[in-house]
């Protein structure tokens, strides 16, 4: 049997954590004038009472640790408590629990669909709470990409293995000086994102929030119109570039910091992820001014924002790009399913996987031609381990099953085909809008029935989770001794 105490001790410190944050946009509604900050105080009140109780009860003297079976079921276990707690302001706000538990969702994995309309006259408290979900869903994401998932071996993250998750039986406590970089290069360049977007035309909390949302990857935005709402050409490079900061290897900025100059241009993900941007984009741009009689920097602009928020899973849009023809659409439904690398804030299925992916096509090939030749898998100049491409093939495997599967229950409850697909496909992947005139970028969650999104709720937790964290608590041998 698992012992669950030093789980629920975990859990336990999260909620005080989110206790107290629950605090900011309360003190933020009470300058403003909103009554809206008691929603907040009373739910930090509720969050901050059970996690002192769980505290309490599993605080043992002297430091713990968590081993394998552990460290799955926390990992779990948190992104469905967080969330149940992370929803109870919303409710304070009139909304109902399933909308709530959507947006908490949504915002803690920083996929960024929405069930809200109406946000340019929404109190500035719910607006914060929501950019501060997917701030810290998106530091989250990034500890457990580095720290936990490597440890884990799940889809082939063991490639990313660092000192701080180096195949033991036991996630040692040194990860708290990985965690604590990572929070400050996290936080530095939040901080110079808001500025340049201060500096450009944004007030200083739209500024603030968007910032959040951007180096999250996550999307919300404090404007119905996202990214259209604002005119400079300049505000949108600036978002681009940062969506982009938000989808490169942390790892890689710490390295930087460290003296290694050159760490981030070496890295193999980086260099395809701006190859195929580069591509992409240009060809893109080109397509749009013929094809639509468009300025060509007015094309590059809109095309280079769109296409690198959805490829690194961040959601913003600067204008409904599905009215660019069924050609678009198509695209910009593949690029869901890219994402950004290994280790940042980004979902779906990242780039290296795609490498991995590539290199087992290319060597099938060879040795179709020469059968006896014996060719290594390599990856960044290094031989893959052999677990690596069986893992990365599970992982794809799983992703396209689980948007096969989604997609059938969705439609079973009504939705039309474009609808459940895209609407699987963006929660798996963490992208945020979807596509058609229900959920595209011009349109929102809210009318989905109350079963959809529970259901869409799970597609967001799974994606983010790497799906087998969430399905191996369902085997029988991982409850056994």
Not at 16 to 22: D, H, N, R, T
Not at 76 to 102: C, E, K, Q, R, S
Not at 377 to 396: H, K, M, N, Q, T
Request: net charge neutral.
């Amino acid at each position: 049997m698992i012992e669950l105490g030093p789980v629920a001790r975990v859990i336990g410190l999260l909620l005080g954590v989110l206790a107290l944050v629950m605090l900011v946009p309360a003190l933020v509604d009470v300058t403003a004038g909103n009554p809206d900050w008691l929603s907040f105080v009373v739910s930090a009140a509720i969050a901050g009472f059970f996690g002192g109780m769980l505290i309490l009860v599993t605080s043992r003297p002297g430091a713990f640790q968590l081993d394998l079976r552990q460290a799955f079921l926390l990992t779990a276990l948190t992104w469905v408590v967080v969330p149940a707690f992370a929803a109870l302001p919303m409710i304070g706000l009139g909304h109902g629990y399933t909308d709530a538990f959507f947006e908490a969702m949504s915002g803690l994995t920083t996929t960024g669909s929405t069930v809200l309309a109406g946000l340019d006259g929404l109190p500035p408290g719910i607006l914060l709470w929501r950019s501060l979900l997917q701030w810290l869903g998106g530091i989250g994401i990034i500890v457990m990409a580095i720290v936990l998932l490597p440890f884990l071996r799940i889809g082939g993250m063991q490639l990313f293995r660092t000192e701080s998750s180096e195949q033991s039986e036991k996630v040692v406590p040194r990860a708290f000086h990985m965690v604590a970089s990572i929070g400050l290069v996290y936080l530095g360049l939040t901080i110079a994102c808001a500025v340049a977007y201060a500096l450009a035309e944004m007030s200083v909390f739209d500024a603030v929030n968007h910032a959040m949302a951007t180096l999250s990857t996550g999307g919300y935005s404090t404007h119905d119109l996202s990214f259209g709402y604002f005119q400079r050409p300049l505000t949108h490079w600036i978002g681009t570039i940062f969506m982009i900061a938000g989808a490169l290897p942390f790892l890689a900025y710490i390295r930087v910091l460290r003296g290694d100059r050159g760490a981030l241009l070496r890295d193999t993900q980086v260099k395809a992820l701006f190859v195929f941007f580069f591509l992409v984009i240009g060809s893109k741009a080109a397509w749009l001014a013929v094809t639509r009689e468009m300025a060509f920097d007015e094309a590059l602009q809109h095309t280079a924002f769109n296409v690198v928020s959805v490829v690194t899973t961040t959601g913003f849009a600067s204008t409904d790009y599905t009215l660019w023809g069924p050609g678009a659409e198509a695209v910009f439904f593949v690029l869901m399913f890219l994402g950004g690398c290994a280790g940042s804030t980004s979902g779906a299925i990242k780039v290296y996987r795609h490498l991995i992916i590539w290199q087992l096509i290319r060597l099938k090939l060879r040795r179709l031609v020469a059968q006896h030749q014996v060719v290594p898998l390599r990856y960044g100049g290094s031989r893959v381990p052999e677990d690596v491409p069986g893992a990365v093939l599970a992982f794809v495997a799983a992703l396209l099953g689980m948007v096969a599967i989604f997609t059938v229950l969705l439609g079973l409850m009504g939705l039309d085909l474009v609808t459940a697909l895209t609407a699987s496909a963006t929660a798996i992947t963490n992208v945020g809008p979807g596509l058609g005139p229900i959920i595209g970028p011009a349109g929102n969650f809210a009318s989905l029935p109350d079963a959809a999104k529970w259901l869409l709720a799970l597609a967001m937790m799974l994606g983010r989770l790497e799906i087998f964290t969430v399905l191996l608590l369902f085997t029988p041998d991982f409850w056994r001794r």
